[in-house]
């Protein structure tokens, strides 16, 4: 299993934009299907966007048209672009990788077997 390693986050304005990033350590990292879920205060972790190794993209309806994720191969990076925030995305966000299909994307927690530590992105008014 690969490590990850988040970077990015931080404050953002409402209605402004933030970028994740998340980098894969090991060999495996590119054909791993990547994902970003969240954790509001006082809530469960959801899912928030996916992308498989082959570059199919899943997002919640949440974030539909608002985020956008992408992966960089070449970097084992993926990211996480989050464009017209809203008070509602302030939660800690994590970066996950998990094995399936080229082109399946997940949004069940279980289908991730490595997770990164978590950052804080707070949308402020």
């Known amino acids: 299993q690969g490590q990850l390693v988040e970077a990015g986050g931080g404050v953002g304005q409402a209605g402004g934009s933030r970028r994740r990033a998340c980098v894969v350590s090991?060999?495996?990292?590119?054909?791993?299907?990547m994902a970003w879920f969240r954790q509001a205060p006082g809530k469960e972790r959801e899912f928030v966007a996916g992308i498989s190794s082959g570059s199919s993209t899943y997002y919640a309806d949440s974030v539909k048209g608002r985020f956008t994720i992408s992966r960089d191969n070449g970097r084992n990076t993926v990211h996480l672009q989050m464009n017209s925030l809203k008070l509602a995305d302030t939660a800690v966000y994590y970066c996950?990788?998990?094995?399936?299909?080229?082109?399946?994307?997940?949004?069940?927690?279980?289908?991730?077997?490595?997770w990164g530590q978590g950052t804080q992105v707070t949308v402020s008014s």
């Open positions: 090991g060999r495996t990292g590119r054909t791993k299907t």
């Open positions: 996950a990788a998990g094995s399936s299909k080229w082109y399946l994307v997940s949004n069940r927690e279980n289908a991730y077997d490595s």
